[in-house]
Structure formats: C-alpha cells, structure tokens
C-alpha cells in the first residue's frame, strides 16, 4: 500500500485548505483512512478517520466542525477538507491507513505541510 499526500500550504487565520491522499497497491475495501497532523516539539496526533467502505467518519474534538474528510472509490483518494484554519493547526499532516478493526496504522504517506499564518 502506498499513499501519497498533497495540497498543503501557507494560508491566512480563517482560510481554507484541501489535502489529498492518493492511495495505491491495495484493495481498500477493509481498511480505515486517516489523517494525522504532527506540530514542531510536539506529538503526531489524530485529525480525522473513515471506513473506505461506508464512509464513517471520526474526528478530534480540536477539528470538529471546521475540517470535513471524505473518500473518492472511483479515484482512489482521501481527502481532507480544512475550513476556519487557525493558527494551532500548522503542522505536517499525514495520511494513513489501517484495517478495519485493528490497533495500529500500518501505512503512512509522506508528510504535507500546513502553515496557518495569523
């Protein structure tokens, strides 16, 4: 499985951002996508997740309501939509995947940098 993440960027308080993960090598049908950011002196953390199958969503209370994920099955990616941005969202984002079920995220894309400017 490989993902691969794009779109970030340097954007102003209040401004919006799209990141997209393409996904490829898989059958993704059982796994979970996510998104997790990672801020300078800090610890990667969750951002967002959905079942590539139904389309569940999940989200950190800290993005609730300003970032929106979603997943395109004809193309093959993830994407995360960023509204409100702020400036304690600049971080490296990352993709990932994971099965359905399991405990660890066993796949990361490459990080993408988000910068919030304010």
């Known amino acids: 499985v490989q993902l691969q993440a794009s779109g970030g960027g340097l954007v102003q308080a209040g401004g919006s951002l799209r990141l997209s993960c393409a996904a490829s090598?898989?059958?993704?049908?059982?796994?979970?996508m996510g998104w997790f950011r990672q801020a300078p002196g800090k610890e990667r953390e969750f951002v967002a997740s959905?079942?590539?199958?139904?389309?569940?969503?999940s989200y950190a209370d800290s993005v609730k309501g300003r970032f929106t994920i979603s997943r395109d099955k004809a193309k093959n990616t993830v994407t995360l939509q960023m509204n409100s941005l702020k400036p304690e969202d600049t971080a490296l984002f990352y993709c990932?995947?994971?099965?359905?079920?399991?405990?660890?995220?066993?796949?990361w894309g490459q990080g993408t940098q988000v910068t919030v400017s304010s």
């Open positions: 990932a995947a994971k099965l359905r079920g399991g405990s660890y995220w066993n796949y």
């Open positions: 090598g898989g059958t993704f049908s059982s796994y979970v």
């Open positions: 959905i079942t590539w199958s139904g389309g569940m969503s």
